[in-house]
């Protein structure tokens, strides 16, 4: 059974940081391109950031450019979304995808709140 799991989440102040991490189970992340999506309570949810399976490129929409990073430990079989500078605005829930949408894990939501 293909399956991607998040964790990470949490409830942290303005200027927190969190590391957001999704994990593969009977997929190989490394063969497919790797995206986060961002649903805010009451939005639409959004793609924020992705990551090639070629040269490791990385692409992030210009809210969380600068402050997010993506990156691959393929040994774990885990992406990893190191989030810095948090915003209130970035409260919601966080998804991993793999393969364009193909395939979803659950979300994990994170707080940003004083």
């Not at 059974?1 to 991490?21: H, M, N, T």
């Not at 009451?42 to 040269?55: F, M």
């Not at 490791?56 to 969380?64: A, E, N």
């Not at 605005?89 to 793999?98: F, K, L, P, R, W």
Request: proline letters at 4%; one cysteine or more.
């Amino acid at each position: 059974q293909l399956k991607l799991v998040e964790s990470g989440g949490g409830l942290v102040q303005p200027g927190d940081s969190l590391r957001l991490s999704c994990a593969g189970s009977g997929i190989t992340l490394s063969n497919y391109v790797m995206s986060w999506y961002h649903q805010a309570p009451g939005k639409e949810r959004k793609l924020i950031a992705t990551i090639d399976n070629t040269a490791g490129s990385t692409r992030y929409v210009d809210s969380v450019k600068g402050r997010f990073s993506l990156s691959r430990d393929n040994p774990k079989n885990i992406v990893y979304l190191q989030m810095n500078n948090l915003k209130p605005e970035d409260t919601g829930v966080y998804s991993c995808s793999a393969n364009w949408g193909s395939i979803w894990g659950q979300g994990t939501q994170v707080t940003v709140s004083s």
